[in-house]
């Protein structure tokens, strides 16, 4: 026999997948290339695909197998030629030379470890897998805690069985591959004590938008199988690779909690099995910020070392707390999007969700619930028709590539649902926790992922659109046009748009939509009552303080979308609601006054100083302070709205300073927006305060005209494009420019009439700041407007 059957990853590379198959040629290539940036992976060897094919001669089973093969093309059922090849590999005898090097190998291995009979892991990887233009994700079985060299021996056969598993046969098939033209290699590694701490997943860009410059992370208890498959929901850290190695900087920009119901652990007699977490496993976060950036780092290593985007598993041995890579491979889906063109998906409707999960991918579907329960059911299932389970295996792929649309009570990002739906385009919704429960065979739904990271159900067919946007003609220009934004879930969906950064990140749509507390009842929750108090507990749940949860949440959210425009600009304006919209906060009630009018009552700066929200205003602070000092997205502006007066302006600044956010410290710089007539009237001395303006047309034709915005009565005299409001937004620039301030402009206007686009031009604006949906329209109607005035960029 050839002396290839059994090879140690350290003599590998990736080369070698005609050899070993691409999951063992990445161990190889991690084990010998990436020792020295620190990248620590278990030691194992490889069982060849010449190992394979010996056993195969062998057992003179290539012609046997061929001959049930054809019995395909001849109209025989696929599980039943697939059964009929498995029982043929698995029936065979493996050659004594071959038993005798893994015998050997495996010696090895125990010697290393110190143990007679070491866990490893015992992993199928195929000479056709983890290509760049194939993923065949889960396709071959994978053997955990196998103890024995009796036992490693018979999962290396079973694993060459399951290169004909019914999934992997109709793969290969549909991906044009030739089934005895593709042989498999088998992966022997010693297993990390994951049992007893956690694994999980890292990708070296954002999974759903294709944004490059994050690492994500997706960490549960146990081993890291309950994360591929989709049987957990995970925690799910992201990272910011440009500062990840700025001094000082800890740049983990968001956060988010998974159910973690449940860990897959050792079994005492072999094998792996399922059990229930603790409730306080479930409140507690899988990984310290240490190691989520230590994970990141390597990430990035193994990115640059691979030259493409990278999909990489993890794990930690809960008995010495150290952290393994335990895989790497090219990531095949965002990697071989086309870049100068995005689809956009948009509900034409409004509706309420009947249940949400993570949004795998951007696109929206619709159609007819079909509830199965087993990939076995697959006749059962309707071309087009929404899938809705509890999780997905690579069994459940040929039922998944009839679906419009997939959903399922289980999994995260990188489950196995999560990633099969990328590679197919079908939009799915994963980790809703009911959907087997609420949603009903035969309803018909919509299944909208277009509206952020958080994925819809709606019951009905609702109106939605598609359009391809070309991002290779868009026009330079002077006036720098940018986005408004408020929902850090959206925050990657536009990284590819052109866009001059963020205008305007109302705060208070972070506050309401994903923190929901009113900040004075969490900086003091001991003047609630009691029936509040335990809302709010209930609420802050697994937060070392309320205020903690309160700044987290707002440091997540801003750190996102401020990560997804850096460099350039991100205007974060501090909290502007109402009273009235604060009382509805939870807790909020008993900390808001009653006004006859909180249009012109208690709102903006006023309330940032007075004793009644100095301590909420405090937390805003302590938000903005974690985004730019500890993430390091110094990017962020921060913006005053309805700032009366000059002197009112000097007390903010000092409060601000108080919470250690002062103006010119770190090049911060501070706005105020332009939306009451005496910003315009005093903008030189508003001018001596703050670093520029923002222009909010809204307010600012209110108060000019006296026209409640808000009045349907009243509604045909609203109009931005009034002389008056026209001359304030002149006189404004007249002064600021003056002073050497900028000025934009943030409000919808731009995105519905162009001619008011073209009017800010020609008055000289700085800025506008639109809807993501009307930014290359914008961009266009500026160009012209630019264009005729003569003022177009160079």
Request: glycine content about 10%; overall charge negative.
């Amino acid at each position: 026999m050839n002396t290839t059957l059994v090879v140690p990853f350290d003599t590998l590379g990736r080369g070698d997948v005609a050899l070993v198959g691409g999951k063992n040629a990445s161990l190889g290539e991690l084990t010998r290339h990436l020792a020295h940036a620190g990248v620590p992976v278990p030691p194992g060897f490889a069982v060849t695909a010449d190992a394979y094919r010996a056993f195969l001669d062998a057992n003179d089973l290539p012609a046997r197998i061929a001959a049930e093969l054809r019995r395909l093309d001849d109209g025989s059922p696929l599980a039943e030629v697939g059964e009929r090849i498995r029982t043929l590999i698995r029936q065979g005898r493996m050659p004594g030379e071959l038993v005798a090097e893994i015998a050997a190998f495996y010696a090895g291995l125990a010697a290393d470890a110190g143990e007679d009979e070491p866990a490893v892991a015992v992993r199928s990887s195929a000479t056709a897998e983890d290509l760049p233009e194939a993923s065949f994700a889960g396709q071959q079985e994978s053997f955990l805690n196998v103890r024995g060299l009796d036992a490693v021996v018979a999962a290396c056969q079973r694993c060459f069985a399951s290169l004909f598993t019914d999934r992997a046969i109709n793969y290969r098939r549909d991906l044009g591959f030739g089934d005895l033209d593709v042989a498999l290699s088998v992966g022997v590694q010693v297993m990390a004590g994951a049992d007893r701490a956690g694994a999980g997943t890292a990708f070296s860009l954002d999974t759903e938008t294709g944004f490059p410059r994050v690492v994500l992370v997706n960490a549960a208890w146990g081993l890291g199988e309950s994360v591929v498959s989709g049987a957990v929901d995970p925690d799910e850290y992201v990272v910011f690779k440009p500062l990840l190695d700025q001094p000082g900087i800890r740049p983990v920009i968001s956060r988010a909690k998974g159910r973690k119901e449940q860990k897959v652990v050792y079994r005492a007699t072999g094998g792996t099995t399922a059990t229930a977490t603790s409730v306080e496993e479930r409140d507690a976060w899988v990984l310290t910020t240490d190691e989520i950036l230590r994970i990141a780092r390597w990430v990035v290593a193994i990115e640059h070392h691979y030259g493409t985007a990278v999909d990489v598993e993890w794990a930690k041995d809960g008995r010495t707390g150290e952290l393994f890579v335990v895989q790497a491979r090219p990531e095949t889906v965002q990697t071989r999007r086309h870049t100068t063109t995005m689809r956009t998906f948009r509900l034409r409707e409004e509706a309420e969700p009947v249940v949400s999960g993570l949004a795998v991918g951007d696109a929206i579907g619709a159609g007819v619930v079909c509830k199965l329960s087993s990939a076995a059911d697959i006749d059962a299932f309707p071309d087009g028709g929404v899938l809705v389970t509890g999780v997905t295996d690579p069994d459940w792929e040929p039922i998944m590539k009839k679906a419009a649309a997939i959903v399922t009570d289980h999994g995260g990002r990188t489950s196995h649902a999560a990633i099969v739906s990328r590679e197919l385009g079908v939009p799915a919704v994963v980790g809703t926790g009911s959907a087997t429960t609420v949603l009903a065979d035969g309803d018909g739904v919509t299944v909208s992922c277009a509206e952020g990271d958080r994925g819809h159900v709606y019951r009905g067919r609702l109106a939605y659109s598609a359009e391809d946007l070309d991002l290779t003609a868009i026009p330079a220009t002077r006036t720098r046009v940018m986005l408004n934004v408020a929902d850090p879930a959206a925050a990657f969906r536009w990284w590819r748009l052109p866009a001059a950064g963020v205008g305007l990140l109302r705060m208070e749509f972070l506050v309401a939509n994903h923190i929901k507390v009113h900040p004075m009842a969490l900086a003091h929750p001991e003047w609630l009552d009691s029936a509040t108090r335990q809302r709010v507990e209930r609420i802050t749940r697994g937060s070392a303080t309320p205020a903690d949860y309160f700044v987290d949440r707002l440091a997540d959210g801003i750190g996102r979308i401020a990560a997804a425009h850096w460099p350039e600009p991100v205007v974060v304006r501090m909290s502007d609601f109402k009273t009235n919209e604060y009382a509805t906060l939870v807790g909020g009630a008993g900390f808001e006054p009653s006004e006859e009018n909180p249009m012109l009552g208690w709102r903006g700066a006023s309330r940032y100083y007075a004793p009644g929200y100095r301590d909420g205003f405090a937390l805003e602070c302590r938000a903005i302070r974690r985004v730019r000092d500890a993430m390091g997205l110094r990017n962020v502006i921060v913006m005053i709205p309805f700032c009366r007066t000059p002197d009112e302006g000097r007390q903010v600044l000092a409060t601000m300073a108080d919470e250690g956010l002062v103006r010119g410290e770190n090049g911060l710089k501070v706005y105020v927006m332009a939306e009451i007539p005496s910003n315009i009237i005093l903008a030189a001395r508003f001018a001596e305060l703050f670093d520029g303006f923002s222009i909010g047309s809204n307010d600012l034709t209110q108060l000019t005209l006296g026209v409640d915005r808000d009045s349907d009565l009243l509604a045909p005299l609203f109009d931005e494009r009034d002389p008056a409001v026209e001359w304030s937004i002149r006189r404004l620039l007249e002064l600021a420019h003056a002073a050497g301030a900028p000025v934009g402009l943030c409000g919808q206007r731009p995105s519905d009439d162009p001619d008011f686009a073209r009017t800010l031009v020609r008055a000289g604006i700085d800025s506008i700041s639109v809807t993501p949906d009307s930014l290359l329209a914008v961009i266009r109607h500026v160009a012209d407007a630019e264009r005729a005035a003569g003022t177009e960029a160079a």
